[in-house]
């Protein structure tokens, strides 16, 4: 069996080094890099059945979101990396630590 190339393989998910974030959806994977349909994303690779879909699009950092939410619990999803103009963030869609560049301002990490 050899390796066909494809166009598919511009994506440079097979770069990215797996990380040893556990799944939180499961508890049983951990996030590894996957090609994604926009580009690489990190997908738990636990064998469960039914398959697990837990996916981010950017790369876990280990940490968890402390960002208090409503009901005055942290809000504990995964953080992810940020880019150069926005810090670590988190996963969930719903936290307002999704996006902590427009939060009340925040130490500004320099480059
Ligand atoms: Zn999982
Ligand atoms: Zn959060």
């Known amino acids: 069996m050899s390796e066909r190339p494809t166009k598919d393989d511009a994506c440079p998910y097979e770069a990215l080094t797996p990380t040893t974030v556990v799944c939180p959806s499961c508890g049983q994977g951990t996030l590894v890099p996957a090609r994604g349909r926009f580009g690489p994303v990190y997908k738990c690779n636990a ?8 996916q981010l699009t950017s790369r876990p950092t280990g940490e968890t979101c402390q960002y208090q939410r409503e009901n005055d619990r942290a809000c504990g999803a995964l953080m992810v990396e940020g880019t150069k103009t926005i810090p670590d963030r988190c996963s969930d869609r719903d936290c307002p630590n999704r996006n902590p560049h427009k939060l009340a301002p925040q130490k500004t990490r320099a480059a």
């Open 47 to 54: 064998e469960t059945k039914p398959k697990c879909k837990f």
